[in-house]
């Protein structure tokens, strides 16, 4: 008898090149799997929004202007959750050489996913620094590749100076 977590495993590993599509459900179902608190609903008043899909943060423009951005998914002093959504290499199949097959991100297992995976750390560290003061550090950046890999980065110091590879590179 399979278990929750190789039924959700055996689920998510067949998703792929689809982030938009798939993120949100990804992460309510994997906050059931660790049985966790699925996140709240995001209200008009931003500072309530302490646990949500898409927390908008203001990103600062060179001039002067801001920009909206979305948090995939953040916990105010917790944690920071960027998603993206790779693509495996396609098979040998004759059949699929006619079809054009999306590729997400980035085809895994290639330098460019390794290299996609880095620049989506990057974007959530900015997106921790675009944060309002008053919201404190997270001590975590968390990125994942829907279905395929999670990836935690930690800052214990809560200053966002070092978020390094968690437990260890």
Known sequence: MPTDAAK????????????R??????LSELCDLLNLPRPDP??????????????????????GTTTPNYID????????????????????????ATRRLRRGTALRNTPGWDEAMLAARAQA????????????????LIVVDIGHSIELYAD???????YL?????
């Open 125 to 140: 560290e900015r997106y921790a620094k675009a944060l309002p003061a008053s919201e404190g550090w997270p001590p975590f």
């Open 8 to 19: 959700f495993t055996d689920r998510w590993q067949q998703s792929s090149a689809s982030e």
């Open 42 to 63: 995001s209200q008009a008043d931003d500072s309530a929004n302490i646990y949500v899909i898409d927390k908008v943060v203001y990103l600062s423009n060179l001039d």
């Open 73 to 96: 998914l953040y916990r105010q002093r917790c944690f920071i959750l960027e998603a993206k959504q790779g693509s495996n290499l396609p098979a040998a199949n004759p059949l699929q």
């Open 165 to 169: 590879p968690f437990p260890d590179p």
């Open 156 to 162: 214990f110091s809560l200053t966002g100076k070092a």
């Open 21 to 26: 599509s798939n993120y949100a459900l990804f």
